[in-house]
T-cell receptor, first 114, second 113 residues
Framework: DVKVTQSSRYLVKRTGEKVFLECVQD?????MFWYRQDPGLGLRLIYF???????EKGDIPEGYSVSREKKERFSLILESASTNQTSMYLC?????????????FGSGTQLSVL | DQQVKQNSPSLSVQEGRISILNCDYT??????FLWYKKYPAEGPTFLIS???IKDKNEDGRFTVFLNKSAKHLSLHIVPSQPGDSAVYFC????????????WGAGTKLIIKP
């Protein structure tokens, strides 16, 4: 079975803290994605990556950065957390050329910024 | 402005009956549509998809219908089972969008015994 693992299920951070969300996939997928899910808004793409050390901005990249040093790992970084970044964060991966066909998601990280 | 809309936040259906979940879109460049299912405390999982060259795709109890002129798609589940209780997301993409998916807000389906 494909497995996408997110390091934390729940996180509570303070405003201004630097936050790292980690995601690891074990299926040798080329593509990796970070989404946030908010009630009434569905999933919104923050950043994605098609290859190691490669990154592309999604629809809402402001306030976030990413790192992909290894193929299996994609990290989302909140440089200075703010309360409006309280959300459910979902990591996903897929094979090259299948980015829009079949994403495999992790279980999500519920981040609360106080 | 949301390009993919699921206007029903929730839907309650009797076990054994048909569940119909609806999705509307505004971007005529969308050419691929997907449905994902999400249980609490889990990530979404792919359910079924349809290309714009088709108007119907079927997989077991799940059928997706696409009406391009109305910019509308629907997911039919027949017969509905208790395990179908979940949030269902509609998503769409355009060939020139670098494979980015645009997601609806989701519909929570509740199957009553």
């Amino acid at each position: 079975d494909v497995k996408v693992t997110q390091s934390s299920r729940y996180l509570v951070k303070r405003t201004g803290e630097k936050v790292f969300l980690e995601c690891v996939q074990d299926m040798d997928h080329e593509n990796m994605f970070w989404y946030r899910q908010d009630p009434g808004l569905g999933l919104r793409l923050i950043y994605f990556s098609y290859d190691v050390k490669m990154k592309e901005k999604g629809d809402i990249p402001e306030g976030y950065s990413v790192s992909r040093e290894k193929k299996e790992r994609f990290s989302l970084i909140l440089e200075s957390a703010s309360t409006n970044q309280t959300s459910m964060y979902l990591c996903a991966s897929s094979f090259a050329g299948q980015g829009r066909e079949k994403l495999f998601f992790g279980s999500g990280t519920q981040l609360s910024v106080l | 402005d949301q390009q993919v809309k699921q206007n029903s936040p929730s839907l309650s259906v009797q076990e054994g009956r048909i569940s119909i979940l609806n999705c509307d879109y505004t971007n005529s460049m969308f050419d691929y549509f997907l449905w994902y299912k999400k249980y609490p405390a889990e990530g979404p999982t792919f359910l079924i998809s349809i290309s714009s060259i088709k108007d119907k795709n079927e997989d077991g109890r799940f059928t997706v219908f696409l009406n391009k002129s109305a910019k509308h798609l629907s997911l039919h589940i027949v017969p509905s089972q208790p395990g179908d209780s979940a949030v269902y997301f509609c998503a769409a993409s355009a060939r020139d969008s670098n494979y980015q998916l645009i997601w609806g807000a989701g519909t929570k389906l509740i199957i009553k015994p």
